[in-house]
């Protein structure tokens, strides 16, 4: 019965990334993958937030497969990521490629640990 439960989770996940990407990129006019950077950073903020919540007993271990597995899951890409990545040093703009991988990380680790710290203030 989990994975009935990863399935919702990523039945909304996946076409919610979608649309955030191309609403988000089609506001910039860039080459740099601004639409991935985004729902990644989103979606490592909200699963340290659940994280935490999880940790701290304020959620169940079944809101985690929903939103964490299954949305956050479905949400986040680091397939489009690297392959966006590969597209820009290929393409020439080896600075932006080292950039988006620089940038994606440290927004990534930053932003699951405000989540948790966020979710540890709130339900602590």
């Known amino acids: 019965m989990n994975w009935l439960i990863v399935m919702v989770g990523a039945a909304v996940g996946a076409p919610l990334r979608y649309l955030t990407d191309?609403?988000?990129q089609a506001r910039h006019d860039s080459v740099f993958p601004w639409g991935t950077f985004v729902v990644n950073a989103a979606a490592s903020l909200v699963l340290?937030?659940?994280t935490g919540a999880v940790l701290d007993g304020a959620a169940s271990s079944r809101l985690n497969l929903l939103l964490g597995t299954?949305?956050?899951g479905a949400l986040s890409?680091?397939?489009?990521f690297s392959y966006e990545t590969l597209r820009l040093a290929e393409r020439g703009?080896?600075?932006?490629?080292?950039a988006n991988v620089?940038?994606?990380?440290?927004?990534?680790?930053?932003?699951?640990t405000l989540g948790h710290q966020v979710a540890g203030q709130l339900f602590a």
């Open 22 to 24: 191309r609403a988000v």
């Open 48 to 50: 340290g937030a659940l």
């Open 70 to 72: 299954g949305l956050c």
């Open 77 to 80: 890409t680091y397939s489009t």
């Open 93 to 98: 703009w080896k600075f932006l490629a080292a």
């Open 102 to 112: 620089t940038a994606s990380v440290l927004v990534g680790l930053g932003g699951v």
